[in-house]
């Protein structure tokens, strides 16, 4: 079980791929500093969509589910269903806490 302030493990990938964005790591530096007690998923910070906010309950990190797939195909050479099997076995099933990340369906194919 994670501890706060610590992440989520991602499979390691191959270092030449992984890449990391500007945008998102000032994305990143904001999110540690508005919210300290967020967790956040080690490598996936190209994934992050926002902060989700529930009443009643701490701000989480929310991640797009199929970037979040799509980055295991591309960096870690997954098959696409290896990476939905990873995904629900290791993201979706790693229930943390309350502050376990959530994961958005965008859904923008429909808007």
Request: charged letters at 30%.
């Amino acid at each position: 079980m994670l501890k706060k302030g610590e992440t989520m493990k991602k499979p390691k990938c191959n270092k030449s791929k992984c890449k990391k964005s500007k945008g998102n790591e000032n994305l990143v530096n904001t999110i540690r500093e508005e919210y300290p007690d967020t967790m956040l998923m080690d490598g996936y910070d190209d994934c992050i969509v926002g902060i989700c906010t529930r009443f009643g309950m701490e701000p989480v990190v929310a991640y797009d589910r199929e970037k979040v797939l799509m980055q295991m195909v591309k960096q870690d050479g997954m098959t696409y269903e290896e990476a939905i099997e990873f995904f629900e076995y290791n993201q979706i099933g790693a229930w943390v806490g309350e502050r376990t990340p959530v994961f958005i369906d965008t859904l923008n194919e429909y808007l």
